[in-house]
Every structure is written in C-alpha cells, then in structure tokens.
T-cell receptor, first 110, second 113 residues
Framework: SQQGEEDPQALSIQEGENATMNCSYK?????LQWYRQNSGRGLVHLILIRSNEREKHSGRLRVTLDTSKKSSSLLITASRAADTASYFC??????????FGKGTRLHILP | DAGITQSPRHKVTETGTPVTLRCHQT?????MYWYRQDPGHGLRLIHYSYGVKDTDKGEVSDGYSVSRSKTEDFLLTLESATSSQTSVYFC????????????FGPGTRLTVL
C-alpha cells in the first residue's frame, strides 16, 4: 500500500524560481528519502532525512521533516531546466523495504 | 560506484508466454529489489532478496516469481504473462548500510499483447 503521497501531482515554474513539493505519510517512520526520475530513466537518490532530524541541505536542495504532522517538503532553489523530472518521496522503517509515493512531476519553463 | 544492468531493456510478448527479466549488479550488495512502475501508481515492490536464495514478497507479488542463485544476479519471472503486467520494471540495490538508500537500474519496458 502507498505510504507517501506527494503534493502537488504536477508543478510548472519559471527557470530561476524555487520549487516546493510536499510528501505526507500515514505511519511512523525511521527515515524519509527523496528521489528524482528523469524521463525514461531509473530513480536517483537525492537525500535522506532521519526521523530525529528536522531539516537537511544538499546543494540547492532543502528537505524538512515534521514527524508530528507526518509530512516532509523538498525545496529546490534557483531551478534549472535540468531539474525537470519527477520527484518521489520514500519512507523507510526498521525493515528491508522502503515505500514510494506516486510522485510530483516538475516542469521548469525557460 | 554501484552498477546495475537490466536485460532486456525492451520486450514485447504475448499473453500466456513466460518472461524472465534479469538484473545484474557489479558489486556484492546483499539486498536487491524488483519494482514495477505504472502511471498513477508510482513504484510498487514486487519481490526482494536479502541474500542468495533468500527472497520475500512485496506489495504486488501475485503472478511473479524470483530467483537469486548468486549474489550478482536477481531474476524476475512472469510464468504466464498477462496484459495487466505491461509495465516498466526496475531493479534496485540497497547501497546504504544504516538506512535503506537504493540505487536503481535503467529499467525494462515490457509490453504484453
């Protein structure tokens, strides 16, 4: 069953603007991850945030986690054409699996 | 860097025929996963393996079987393909030690007519 649910399903912004997408989940987690998928390619791991962390940065990416609201956000600053992709959150617990959401399609307009 | 190859990359087959997809990794990662990706459903786990000859079911395992006879290869078999199994199939390996970060292969696009 789907654990994470991304919002919005699709997002179009102008190049240079910031893009924010959200992920909500239902049960307690050990960690939450974000992945990117370019059209026709496999997923690429972007960043992982542990359940005891509230914010994490990696280059132009900023991830927040609010375990009380069971939600996470991914912010991409100063967007570029190359950021056009689908973005997925995945929740993990202390077992062998992670569960993916359905993704947000991000389109960067020139 | 971890490397994964999937074969074939594209396949068209007919309903009722058996199909085997292969995932090959170049490093000795213990965990390997098979997912399917369909519009509106994101990625769903089919089966996974936690070692040679050790496998377990995922969310959508009906109609699929897997085998792992050596560390580097994880096979997904559709015993009798159906049109509902038309999908893009991704293999992944767990690269994280403390957490389950995954590295994905390029995918196999399967069409069942």
């Amino acid at each position: 069953s789907q654990q994470g649910e991304e919002d919005p399903q699709a997002l179009s912004i102008q190049e240079g603007e910031n893009a924010t997408m959200n992920c909500s989940y239902k049960t307690s987690i050990n960690n939450l991850q974000w992945y990117r998928q370019n059209s026709g390619r496999g997923l690429v791991h972007l960043i992982l945030i542990r359940s005891n962390e509230r914010e994490k940065h990696s280059g132009r990416l900023r991830v927040t986690l609010d375990t009380s609201k069971k939600s996470s956000s991914l912010l991409i600053t100063a967007s570029r054409a190359a950021d056009t992709a689908s973005y997925f959150c995945a929740t993990g617990n202390r077992d062998d699996k992670i569960i993916f959401g359905k993704g947000t399609r991000l389109h960067i307009l020139p | 860097d971890a490397g994964i190859t999937q074969s074939p990359r594209h396949k068209v087959t007919e309903t009722g025929t058996p199909v085997t997809l292969r995932c090959h990794q170049t490093e000795n990662h213990r965990y390997m996963y098979w997912y399917r990706q369909d519009p509106g459903h994101g990625l769903r786990l089919i089966h996974y393996s936690y070692g040679v000859k050790d496998t377990d079911k995922g969310e959508v395992s009906d109609g699929y079987s897997v085998s792992r006879s050596k560390t580097e290869d994880f096979l997904l078999t559709l015993e009798s393909a159906t049109s509902s199994q038309t999908s893009v199939y991704f293999c992944a390996i767990r690269t994280g030690l403390d957490y389950n970060e995954q590295f994905f292969g390029p995918g196999t696009r399967l069409t069942v007519l």
